[in-house]
């Protein structure tokens, strides 16, 4: 199991309260992490944005190394973290090399001036050529993105599986000469999955697609079912017909003929190294593991006692408002106007929406963590305006006329409207899919979904 890194967290904190927060996530993280028996995590950039100090922090909590090979101390040269690790499995060498992207030395500059991150092929070659002596496969974990992984497959030759990090690229896998190239979407919806049959050493192990292998196969098969057709025709009419006997008995010998040539290059393939590549949708029917499930409880708990004291200083008023309160709370000249705005002219299309699930999104919330903080993980979805209003992190933060799922959510932001030049987006697809999303939606279904929104579909 390997990580190509970004694990940990984007965001500064803004108290000792989310700094511990933090630290008990991690530790939730790491120790999963050793339960599913991570062999090594590369160092993304962003896992640097929380300064050198607290990445060394986690690097020492956790029982798997983290690693980098290109970030260094900018006076002596040498690298922070370990570069690569080696480890022996099933009686084959595999040595693991970790690399970021240089765009982080910007932030670095100001923030951990003695820190440099180091051209990724300048980094990474030498230690491939040191390995490649002693390992029968390397792998590097990086977090340059497809053309900075397609340039380093390019420019180090040596390397047989590159794990790119994802930003936001499609599902990729791909072979550069004798590298294959693999990245999976982002925040942990897939698990790739590499099988490698090794009938030889070699360095390079020279792999081949096993799919390759079962073309043929396949072939084959098609090939015997026809035979046998023939095979039976031939015994139904024996004498009848010999003319017609001997075009079929031709027919078969053309078969046969093809099927030896086929099963010829099927053997070919047991002399080479193969490999298969499997994507694993990480979807509801999967089981959670008991034991990590345990862990991510015990954290929640946790959590629950740590907030206890500052939750209740940031509880909102209990009792419902009124319109016109909720109206006067609304900020002049913003983006967002809330439904409420819109009531007065929309009225249709507003108790319609009140009465959609939409409405209560913010309320379901609250009320799934009745005993526990919700945590901003929840709110991108369940409120409106999330990111360009606020990074809301609880619901007591969420503005009240912005609270569910509500019309700006899907037509966008209303200021300026109605008026000239003011058009709404077209709702389409895509925008419920920025929260329907497979694990949160699974019966997502677009048509019959959108009967349900209340508002008034033309087609
Ligand atoms: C002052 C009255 C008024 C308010 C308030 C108002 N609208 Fe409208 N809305 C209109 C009028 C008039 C039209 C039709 C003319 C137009 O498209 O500008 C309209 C049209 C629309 C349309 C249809 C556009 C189309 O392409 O057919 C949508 C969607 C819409 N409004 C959403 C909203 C939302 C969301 C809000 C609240 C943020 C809102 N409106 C607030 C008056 C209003
Ligand atoms: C900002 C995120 C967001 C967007 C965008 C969004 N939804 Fe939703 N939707 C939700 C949430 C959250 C819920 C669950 C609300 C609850 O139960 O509290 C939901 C629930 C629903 C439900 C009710 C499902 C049920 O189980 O009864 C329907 C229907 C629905 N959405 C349709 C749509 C359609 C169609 C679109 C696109 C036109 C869309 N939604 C866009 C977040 C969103
Ligand atoms: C990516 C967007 C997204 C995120 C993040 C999200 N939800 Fe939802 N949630 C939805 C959508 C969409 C639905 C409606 C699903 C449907 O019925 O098709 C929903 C439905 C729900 C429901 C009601 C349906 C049910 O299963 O009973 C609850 C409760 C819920 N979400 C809780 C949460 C909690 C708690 C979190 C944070 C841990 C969260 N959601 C995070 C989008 C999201
Ligand atoms: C889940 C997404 C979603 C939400 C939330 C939503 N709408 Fe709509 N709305 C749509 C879609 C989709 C259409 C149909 C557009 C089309 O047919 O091209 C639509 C159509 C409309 C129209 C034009 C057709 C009609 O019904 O008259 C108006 C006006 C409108 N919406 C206003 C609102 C207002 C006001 C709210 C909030 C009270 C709201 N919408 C909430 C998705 C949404």
Redesign the pocket.
């Known amino acids: 199991m390997v990580d190509a890194g970004n694990v940990l967290f984007r965001k500064r904190f803004t108290s000792q309260t989310r700094r511990k927060e933090a630290l008990m996530k991690i530790d939730v993280l790491l120790r999963a992490y050793e339960e599913m028996g991570y062999a090594a995590v590369n160092i993304g950039e962003k896992d640097l944005i929380l300064g050198l100090g607290f990445l060394d922090e986690v690097a020492k909590r956790a029982k798997f190394p983290f690693i980098s090979a290109n970030l260094i101390d900018r006076k002596n040269r040498k690298t922070i973290f370990r570069p690569f690790i080696t480890e022996d499995i099933a009686g084959i060498k595999v040595g693991v090399i970790g690399v970021m992207s240089r765009w982080v030395n910007e932030v670095l500059k100001e923030k951990e001036p003695y820190l440099e991150v180091l051209d990724p092929v300048v980094a990474v070659k030498p230690y491939v050529e040191e390995l490649r002596k002693s390992c029968d496969l390397i792998i590097v974990l990086s977090q340059l993105g497809e053309r900075g992984d397609r340039e380093l497959a390019l420019k180090v030759p040596g390397i047989d599986i590159i794990v790119g990090g994802s930003r936001g690229e499609r599902i990729r896998y791909s072979k550069i000469r004798e590298t294959l190239m693999y990245r999976l979407d982002p925040r942990g919806g897939y698990l790739g999955k590499l099988d490698l049959f090794l009938v030889r050493k070699g360095k390079p192990l020279h792999l081949t697609d096993y799919k390759q292998r079962d073309r043929i196969v396949k072939k084959v098969e098609t090939i015997q079912k026809r035979w046998m057709k023939i095979e039976r025709e031939i015994e139904l009419d024996t004498g009848k017909s010999p003319s017609k006997r001997d075009v079929r008995m031709k027919g078969l010998a053309i078969l046969e003929r093809r099927v030896r040539e086929l099963k010829k290059r099927v053997a070919e393939f047991d002399q080479r190294n193969l490999y298969k590549n499997e994507v694993i949708p990480i979807k509801l029917a999967i089981r959670d593991d008991p034991v990590i499930g345990e862990m991510i409880e015990g954290y929640e708990i946790e959590l629950a006692k740590l907030y206890g004291i500052e939750r209740a200083v940031e509880r909102g008023p209990e009792k419902p408002l009124s319109d016109a309160q909720i109206l006067a709370s609304i900020p002049q000249g913003g983006a967002y106007r809330g439904a409420i705005s819109c009531k007065k002219c929309h009225r249709r299309n507003f108790n319609a929406w009140s009465a959609t699930?939409?409405a209560?999104?913010t309320r379901?919330i609250s009320e799934a963590f009745k005993q526990r903080p919700p945590s901003e993980d929840c709110l991108i979805?369940?409120t409106t305006g999330y990111g360009d209003i606020k990074e809301y992190r609880f619901v007591e933060e969420v503005p009240l006329y912005l609270r569910g799922?509500q019309c700006e959510?899907?037509h966008g932001p209303g200021k300026g409207h109605p008026g000239f030049g003011t058009k709404f987006r077209r709702?389409t697809l895509g925008?419920?899919r920025?929260?329907?999303t497979k694990d949160q939606s699974p019966a997502f279904h677009?048509k019959s979904?959108?009967l349900?929104?209340g508002c008034t579909i033309r087609k």
Do not use: Q, S
Request: proline share 0%; net charge positive.
């Open positions: 699930e939409h209560k999104a379901t979805c369940h799922v959510t899907c709702v925008v419920c920025n929260c329907h677009y979904y959108l349900r929104i």
